[in-house]
């Protein structure tokens, strides 16, 4: 047993929760495992030595973001167990970064989201070896990396974008997104703010030997009067205008927990401010998450057992609010952050240690990409509402359909911009075609059961007649969650809640953070007038809902169901309705 973490075994309070709810059956959510101890002050840890080889072979590439036959470097796709990295780095630069990132990825998991179930799904990665080539894709010219769900049926999967860097500076990204995985998967209703403190804290963490340490701080900082010295966005050394620029935040300017709370979207800051001001606001907020982060994870026995309390909450799916006033109950926020603040006057910063024997070199697969996968994998990652995207995008399809007019994944990218233009003719023709070339691929078919859908009568029994094969399959064991909560939601409106109960809790049970999910399970059960289970149902939809997308039309469906339940109860007691 590790000295500050403890492996949990047991399944997810809140699938377990959603099941019972399932079935009107009481359980009991087991514990989440204690994450923390008083740690010791720990001088800072060696970082590792850039790879040379690697920085000069990025440094020669040629034509910015070209694909091989325009000029551009070789992409290679390498699989090992946990991910699928597609890259422009020289094949043994590749191999040292993905045996780097699955050790990072298992160590992460093992000190940090001992839970079960895992994630599922083999997550990709498209690494660019220059930033100006990231940049060319990117949604935002402040992201340094950014990680897609991959829920959709037009992503091939969970997708994290990264730039190398050398130094460990890549490793530190994927930690930092690899946490946005996880706290999504078992803490998805938690604010943005406590979602990007506790990434800041775990990018920190590093293995040197049978030792591991995190909570490093992730700036340099002076103190007396505490301050942080950061580089600005445009700091990158790659011959950006801006190179060199400083961005200082001091201790005091932090923002307050109160004033976190209700930061909802502006945490990023608004698009509309320049660019300097806005990642001087960034860097502020990610600063002052990381403090409020690391002060409860590393500070005194009393703020480390309220906060792992807080968690053991949001795991079982409580929402955050009451999650944080039942945990920190008799503890006011201004006392947090007072004594954090004292605390960061200091010249040390405390981290956490445990021994760890780090797991061996995983087993890797390795193959030449294709000039149209190569464009395919830059469509899949041009993301965002910027215009000049959409249109990079397009032309990457159709590159891609130039140079290959049978590849399967060119032509259902092609059914997605049809889509988008509601050409749902052209879209339904093309996904169609795509499974026909590749028969065993789901996504083509939860991709043309939502186009067929699109705009028709979901009241036509024409419609789904013709789309009874593709239903079958849609709600397949083997389907995504996001497959799988499709096929039952269309099980409600073809009025069949008994088939549509078994996808839901298998979706469930495979995206716990889905609340999505519940919401259809919740559907399906007052369908069958189990008006509890139904509203137990809502509520952890409710209650999971990321702040960005929540919206009062999930409140009025919430008291929708709670009035449902309080007429069943009055026609049972032979009272009238209300």
Same mark, same amino acid.
């Given at each position: 047993m590790r000295a500050w973490i403890v492996r949990d075994s047991a399944?997810?309070?809140?699938?377990?929760l959603a099941l019972a709810i399932a079935s009107s059956v009481a359980c009991q959510p087991p514990e989440a495992p204690s994450t923390a101890r008083r740690p010791e002050p720990q001088p800072p840890s060696t970082q590792p030595t850039p790879n040379r080889a690697c920085y000069e072979a990025a440094a020669r590439l040629g034509v910015e973001l070209a694909c091989p036959a325009q000029g551009g470097p070789a992409w290679v796709e390498l699989t090992s167990p946990h991910f699928r990295l597609r890259t422009d780095l020289p094949s043994a630069c590749a191999r +040292? &970064?993905?045996?780097?990132?699955e050790r990072a990825y298992v160590a992460l998991e093992d000190l940090a989201f001992p839970y079960q179930p895992s994630p599922p799904d083999r997550v990709n990665i498209v690494l660019f070896a220059r930033r100006k080539d990231q940049r060319r894709v990117s949604p935002d010219p402040l992201f340094s990396g950014w990680f897609m769900r991959g829920s959709s049926p037009w992503q091939d999967g969970p997708t994290l974008v990264l730039r190398w860097r050398d130094g460990g500076g890549s490793r530190r990204s994927f930690l930092h997104e690899m946490t946005h995985r996880f706290v999504r998967f078992y803490f998805g209703q938690v604010p943005t703010w406590m979602n990007e403190g506790l990434a800041e804290f775990y990018q920190s963490l590093q293995v040197s030997?049978?030792? +591991? &340490?995190?909570?490093a701080s992730p700036r340099e900082r002076s103190v007396a009067p505490t301050r942080w010295e950061i580089s600005g966005a445009g700091d990158f050394g790659d011959g950006s205008p801006d190179h060199g620029r400083r961005i200082i935040v001091y201790a005091d300017a932090l923002p307050s927990i109160d004033a976190f709370d209700r930061m909802t979207g502006d945490f990023y800051g608004p698009r509309a401010l320049p660019v300097d001001a806005r990642d001087a606001l960034r860097t502020r907020n990610?600063?002052?998450a990381w403090a409020i982060v690391h002060f409860l994870k590393t500070g005194p026995p009393k703020y480390q057992r309220a906060f792992d309390a807080y968690l053991r909450l949001v795991l079982a799916g409580k929402a955050h609010r009451s999650?944080?006033?039942s945990a920190f109950a008799?503890?006011?926020?201004?006392?947090?952050?007072?004594?954090m603040k004292q605390r960061l006057d200091r010249p040390h910063t405390h981290r956490l240690r445990t021994k760890y024997a780090p797991p061996p070199p995983p087993p890797i697969a390795e193959r030449s990409m294709s000039d149209a996968e190569v464009h395919l994998a830059w469509f899949r990652v041009r993301s965002g509402d910027r215009a000049e995207r959409a249109v990079e995008g397009e032309a990457d399809v159709e590159e891609a359909l130039r140079r290959e007019p049978d590849?399967?994944?060119a032509i259902f990218a092609r059914a997605l911009l049809h889509l988008k233009a509601r050409r749902l003719v052209e879209a339904e023709a093309d996904a169609r075609r795509a499974l026909e070339l590749r028969p065993e691929e789901l996504r083509y078919v939860e991709g043309l059961v939502h186009i067929s859908t699109a705009g028709r009568s979901l009241q036509d029994w024409k419609l789904w007649k013709k789309l009874e094969p593709l239903l079958e399959r849609l709600g397949d064991p083997s389907a995504t969650a996001s497959a799988l909560n499709m096929s039952a939601r269309l099980s409600i409106v073809r009025r069949r809640p008994d088939e549509g109960l078994a996808a839901a809790k298998l979706a469930i049970q495979k995206d716990p953070a889905c609340w999505e999910c519940y919401e259809t399970?919740?559907?399906l059960l007052y369908e069958k007038q189990d008006f509890d289970a139904a509203l137990g149902a809502m509520q952890l939809a409710v209650n999971l809902v990321p702040e960005h997308l929540a919206s009062p039309a999930l409140l009025d469906r919430l008291k929708g169901y709670e009035a449902a339940r309080a007429n069943a109860a009055r026609a049972k007691a032979g009272s009238p309705f209300r």
């Open positions: 399944r997810l309070s809140r699938i377990a +040292a &970064e993905l045996v780097e990132y030997g049978d030792v +591991a &340490e995190m909570g990610y600063l002052g999650s944080w006033d008799g503890i006011p926020a201004g006392e947090i952050e007072s004594a590849n399967p994944e399970l919740a559907g």
